[in-house]
C-alpha cells in the first residue's frame, strides 16, 4: 500500500477482554513507532522498533501493553486486561530511516473503547 | 512534565488572514521541530519541519519560524483557507545517533478559518 494502514479502524473491548491492533508501516520503513492518542491531546510515544528489534518501551504505560515486530515489517500492539483508562486512539507511524529525528508517516489510527 | 508547550489551545482567524501558533521546549537536546496537521478521524500529517540550523523555513503558505536562545518555534500560515481548519500540532525529537526517540508532541491547537 502507499500508506501506513492500521486495522481494525475501530474496537470495542470490554473491561478485561485482550486487544490486538495491528500496523501495516510504508514497505521497506526501518522505524516504527506507536502513540497513544487521548481525546482532544496530541499523539503520546509508546514504543519504538528499528527492524525488528524494540529499541524502546519507555512509554508503555503499563505491563499490561506488549507491542512485537518480528520481522521488522508488520507490527502489533497487544493490550491485556483492558482498562477503561486504556480507551484512546492508537496511532502507528513509520519512517524510512533510522531515529526519531526525520519524517515520520502516521496511520489513520484505531479507535479503542473499552467499555 | 510538558516538554512541548503550545498555544493557543484554540484559535479563529479570517480568510486570508495569518495564523500564527507557538511552541516552546526544555529540552535542550531536542533538534528536529516538525508541524503536524490533523483533520477529525485522521493520523496526523506532517506540513514542515526546521532543524537547529536555520531560523526560518518556508514551504509554500507554511513558514516556521526557530528562536534557539529562547527555545522557541512558531507556525505561521499565510492567506489562511476555510481547507486549513484542523487541529495543528508541534513536536520536537533529539538527535538519536542510534537511539530510539519518539516524537513530543505539544496539545495541539484548533484552527478555525472562516469564510
Known amino acids: 500500500g502507499a500508506g501506513v494502514s492500521q486495522s481494525p479502524r475501530y474496537k470495542v473491548a470490554k473491561r478485561g477482554q485482550d486487544v490486538a491492533l495491528r500496523c501495516d508501516p510504508i514497505s521497506g520503513h526501518v522505524s516504527l513507532f506507536w502513540y497513544q492518542q487521548a481525546l482532544g491531546q496530541g499523539p503520546e510515544f509508546l514504543t519504538y522498533f528499528q527492524n525488528e528489534a524494540q529499541l524502546d518501551k519507555s512509554g508503555l504505560p503499563s505491563d499490561r501493553f506488549f507491542a512485537e515486530r518480528p520481522e521488522g515489517s508488520v507490527s502489533t500492539l497487544k493490550i491485556q486486561r483492558t482498562q477503561q483508562e486504556d480507551s484512546a486512539v492508537y496511532l502507528c507511524a513509520s519512517s524510512l530511516e533510522g531515529g526519531g529525528n526525520t519524517e515520520a508517516f502516521f496511520g489513520q489510527g484505531t479507535r479503542l473503547t473499552v467499555v | ?115
Open chain 2, 1 to 115: 512534565q510538558q516538554q512541548v508547550k503550545q498555544s493557543p489551545q484554540s484559535l479563529i482567524v479570517q480568510k486570508g488572514g495569518i495564523s500564527i501558533i507557538n511552541c516552546a521546549y526544555e529540552n535542550t537536546a531536542f533538534d528536529y521541530f516538525p508541524w503536524y496537521q490533523q483533520f477529525p478521524g485522521k493520523g496526523p500529517a506532517l506540513l514542515i519541519a526546521i532543524r537547529p540550523d536555520v531560523s526560518e523555513k518556508k514551504e509554500g503558505r507554511f513558514t516556521i519560524s526557530f528562536n534557539k536562545s529562547a527555545k522557541q518555534f512558531s507556525l505561521h500560515i499565510m492567506d489562511s483557507q476555510p481547507g486549513d481548519s484542523a487541529t495543528y500540532f508541534c513536536a520536537a525529537s533529539p538527535s538519536t545517533g542510534g537511539g530510539a526517540d519518539g516524537l513530543t508532541f505539544g496539545k495541539g491547537t484548533h484552527l478555525i478559518i472562516q469564510p
